[in-house]
């Protein structure tokens, strides 16, 4: 309420709109809020009532059981094609996320880290993350960058992320090894600077050491200003990136959350059992 | 088709005077040809090289024959200059040499380039056994036509064991007059010659016309050819060119191919490897849209051992146009220890568009590898998505992922400027 006061006093002859806005803008705002959301891929019902809330500076794991919903979960929040949300809400920032169009999203700052990076012949890394920054640019009416400016600041994120530039030269993700995709999709991430970041069983895949710069690339990210969504099959990334909040995702909805020691405990007795006592406890 | 001459397109090539070239053997040769269109026609779709390709609405059009303004055409030839290329350039205009849009002042040691026209004032026997040629098949009306008709084109020739530096460029352009123009031409590489050849088709306005090129390519022992062609004709063109490639003993050829305009377009290219371990690559584009129905027909016989041909097309075709593709590789008897891959992969951006393509292998021989394969599709639906979820717009997304797809072709164009070129020109052809 003194936040509200205090704000308010800058508008000193407002109007209620005025009012509400300052309010909204000096309270910490839910960056993400997923409320109730049931969402089918052809035809059949995945997720079934899921609710989330994510603010800024916080790293949430998702974690379950293959089926549970994980990757659905990512598909619709960066809006991919074949996913039908049925009920319940996403709010981004204050707005409807899901009417937006994938590229819309990414210009608002959602970024998913793909479960399967796509290799795509032809086209050259380096323009690629240059074109996909300039067109977010674009959209939020920030000047575009060209091409010397783009190189300097590839340039530092290749250092801070290990990355040998060797990478840029290539076509996207094209013969890549899994660890090298996973690892371009970190970079990418570390170029585009979303505020959203979904990661999709990055962890999935990686042997000890390539895990281990993926994680330290998350980790370098991670800021008060930015948020994460680990999705997660296994606890053992959450041995390097440490998470704010662990919740447990069980035939499309959360059953179960707390904090990273639940993360130890389904490490310890398997997802059985996790949310028996809830009633939407059913464990697929 | 019965009747023939009852059609209006072939009345009116009919209609057209032969051109009297004084000497005995050519206007004997052009009167048989000419004899052999009128009796046969246009090849309908039952004829299988046609199938896909329906002359039904051209038939029913009609065309005046040469050109009397041919020579004061206004053509800007600023526009005609290609990167990366430069040099020695012949230009033509409705089938008609023009000297003051050409370069021929300061040709190469070993070149010897000229207008039909003119080669044939000079001594013609060199040319007398590509132009006598006889085309008796009802499927090879149109160079039936150009063989009575055509009184100009090109006639090259490289010393054997000559190195020509810099890309010689031939330029074909239809301008204003809506008439009917045929080119002829004559090249021929000597023993261990090396040359670039970009073949370049432009208009000037954009008139409705028919054209028909026939050019006769021999590469001797050792020669290599790099061709190249950008066919980017008025989008009133109705254009036939074909051609006839031999390549001799240890002869390379690369062709590498871009077809942009015209509203009816056929490419046929006949390749024989006549001599062992002759090696022919083939790369091409075609980029129909609008209306335009573009028909590339490659037919390459092995005939001697140890022969290889690669052959590597991306079709795409956008709105309601129609692209064809039709790749015959034929290894001769005795043509043992032969390789032929070929692929034709394509791309439909619209519902309506259309690609047939048909991939042909027959083999007669041992010991030969040979593989081929053909596919339509749409754009990867996750390649898109994965685009798009990095912020960049679905139409952009499209264009890139379509530009990549043809790229994949052109890269082996070592001429950088010109292959960057040709990128450029498809980037624009696709849908904004």
Redesign the interface.
């Given at each position: 309420m003194q936040e509200r006061t205090l704000c308010a006093m800058h508008f000193p002859a407002n109007p209620i709109a005025h009012e509400v806005r300052s309010y909204r803008s000096c309270r910490v705002e839910t960056m993400l809020k997923i409320e109730n959301l049931h969402a089918r891929v052809e035809g059949k019902e995945i997720l079934k009532g899921l609710s989330l809330e994510v603010n800024a500076g916080e790293v949430h794991a998702i974690m379950g059981p293959n089926g549970a919903g994980k990757s659905t979960l990512g598909n619709v929040l960066?809006?991919?094609?074949g996913y039908e949300v049925t009920a319940g809400t996403v709010t981004y920032n204050g707005i409807d996320l899901l009417t937006l169009?994938?590229?819309a999203?990414?210009?608002a700052g959602v970024?998913?880290a793909?479960q399967y990076?796509?290799e795509?012949?032809?086209?050259n890394n380096t323009y690629?993350?240059r074109?996909?920054?300039n067109?977010?640019r674009k959209?939020r009416g920030e000047k575009e960058l060209d091409s010397m400016q783009f190189l300097k600041l590839v340039r530092e994120k290749l250092k801070v992320m290990q990355i040998s530039d060797e990478l840029l030269h290539r076509?996207?993700n094209e013969g890549f090894s899994g660890g090298e995709k996973k690892r371009n999709e970190i970079f990418?991430m570390a170029v585009?600077e979303p505020q959203l970041a979904i990661l999709d069983e990055t962890d999935s895949g990686l042997d000890i050491d390539a895990l281990k710069q993926v994680a330290q690339g998350v980790n370098t990210l991670r800021s008060p200003q930015r948020a994460f969504l680990m999705i997660t099959h296994y606890q053992r990334l959450l041995d390097y990136v440490v998470p704010d909040f662990v919740h447990v995702l069980a035939d499309g909805r959360i059953v179960e959350s707390g904090d990273k020691s639940l993360a130890l405990k389904l490490e310890e007795h398997g997802y059985a059992g996790i949310g028996a006592s809830h009633p939407a406890g059913a464990v697929a | 088709m019965n009747q023939p001459a009852s059609l209006p397109l072939v009345a009116s090539l009919l209609d057209a005077p032969l051109p009297a070239s004084g000497l005995g053997w050519l206007d004997a040769a052009r009167r048989e040809n000419r004899a052999a269109f009128a009796a046969g026609g246009l090849p309908d779709t039952r004829v299988e090289a046609w199938k896909y390709t329906a002359l039904r609405g051209l038939a029913q059009r009609s065309f005046g024959s040469g050109d009397a303004a041919a020579q004061t055409r206004a053509v800007d030839a600023s526009t005609l200059a290609l990167p990366g290329v430069a040099g020695v350039r012949l230009v033509f205009v409705n089938g008609a040499f023009r000297a003051d849009l050409s370069s021929l002042d300061e040709l190469p040691a070993g070149l010897s380039l000229q207008p039909l026209s003119q080669a044939l004032l000079g001594d013609a026997e060199p040319l007398r056994f590509a132009l006598s040629r006889h085309y008796r098949d009802v499927g090879d009306a149109f160079a039936q036509i150009n063989a009575a008709s055509a009184s100009d084109g090109v006639v090259l020739r490289v010393a054997a064991h000559t190195k020509i530096e810099l890309p010689v460029q031939l330029v074909f352009v239809g301008a204003e007059a809506e008439l009917a123009w045929h080119a002829r031409n004559v090249i021929e590489l000597g023993a261990g010659a090396e040359l670039c050849l970009v073949e370049q088709h432009a208009s000037s306005g954009q008139p409705t016309q028919l054209a028909t090129l026939v050019s006769d390519i021999d590469v001797r022992e050792g020669a290599q050819l790099h061709h190249v062609v950008l066919q980017d004709a008025g989008i009133g063109a109705n254009l036939f060119r074909r051609n006839s490639l031999r390549l001799h003993a240890r002869a390379q050829a690369t062709l590498h191919v871009l077809e942009l305009g015209g509203a009816l377009v056929r490419h046929d290219l006949r390749a024989e490897l006549i001599g062992d371990d002759a090696q022919l690559h083939t790369r091409g584009v075609f980029m129909p849209h609008g209306r335009q129905h573009i028909d590339t027909q490659l037919a390459i016989r092995h005939q001697a051992l140890n022969t290889t041909s690669t052959s590597h097309w991306r079709g795409v075709a956008n709105d309601r146009a129609r692209g064809v593709f039709r790749g015959a590789i034929v290894v001769a008897p005795g043509a043992d220890g032969s390789d032929a891959n070929l692929s034709n992969k394509n791309l439909l951006l619209s519902p309506s568009a259309e690609i047939d393509t048909k991939p042909e292998l027959e083999i007669y021989a041992d010991e030969v590898q040979a593989a081929h394969g053909a596919t339509v599709g749409q754009l990867d639906e996750r390649s898109l998505f994965y685009l798009r979820s990095r912020g960049i717009p679905l139409a952009e997304a499209r264009a890139l992922l379509t530009a990549a797809f043809c790229r994949a072709v052109l890269d082996d164009l070592p001429n950088k400027a010109l292959r960057e070129h040709l990128s450029g020109l498809l980037i624009a052809q696709l849908p904004a």
């Open positions: 960066s809006g991919r094609e169009a994938p590229e999203r990414a210009a970024f998913l793909f990076p796509v795509i012949p032809g086209v690629f993350l074109a996909a920054l067109a977010q959209v076509a996207v990418q585009l | -």
